[in-house]
């Protein structure tokens, strides 16, 4: 089964595509979307959209992971923003025929490192351990889209409560 971990921004968009196979589980692709932050929303939405269309289909991923939206108090523009770029990676994966599973970030930080609270440094060391890596996935929203992606694949094999967006 193909995974597509995404960790969704305006400016940035990580991504990574993990395959399982029974346990055993490796890296494909990672990477990230990156908009121009001097262009009108419409245009950054649509690069964000065509990026990961181009992703989508290099490797017919059969879920996409997504982080979950939150917002911050202090920041609800943030969270604003988020929904857009959220909404556009929703939008490429229903254009596929891919489910989106949904996962909150303090889940994901508690499934990989055991802290829902863990800093990025400790999910990149989680990552770079769970995919056998030589170096720590850079930068982070990389490791993060590749954190959500093996969260999917834990997952599909013990089911560990997520929301599931029939799309």
């Known amino acids: 089964m193909r995974i597509l971990g995404i960790d969704p921004g305006l400016n940035i968009t990580g991504y990574g595509v993990i395959e399982t196979i029974d346990n055993s589980v490796r ?3 990672a990477g990230v979307v990156r908009t121009k932050a001097r262009r009108s929303m419409p245009e950054r939405l649509l690069e964000l959209h065509e990026g990961l269309t181009e992703v989508v289909t290099a490797h017919q991923p059969h879920v996409m992971a997504l982080e979950q939206l939150y917002s911050h108090y202090e920041r609800p523009r ?3 923003l988020m929904g857009h770029a959220r909404g556009v990676i929703c939008l ?7 489910d989106v599973k949904s996962f909150e970030p303090t889940k994901v930080k508690k499934l990989m490192t055991g802290n829902g609270r863990a800093p990025k ?5 989680a990552v770079k351990i769970q995919l056998n890596l030589t170096t720590l996935p850079e930068p982070a929203d990389v490791a993060d889209a590749l954190a959500i992606a093996l969260c999917g ?5 013990i089911g560990i409560g997520l ?5």
């Open 153 to 157: 694949h834990h997952e599909s094999r």
């Open 92 to 98: 490429c994966a229903g254009q596929a025929g891919i």
């Open 163 to 167: 929301t599931n967006f029939n799309l």
């Open 27 to 29: 890296l494909l692709e």
């Open 121 to 125: 440094h400790q999910i990149q060391l």
């Open 78 to 80: 943030t969270a604003i």
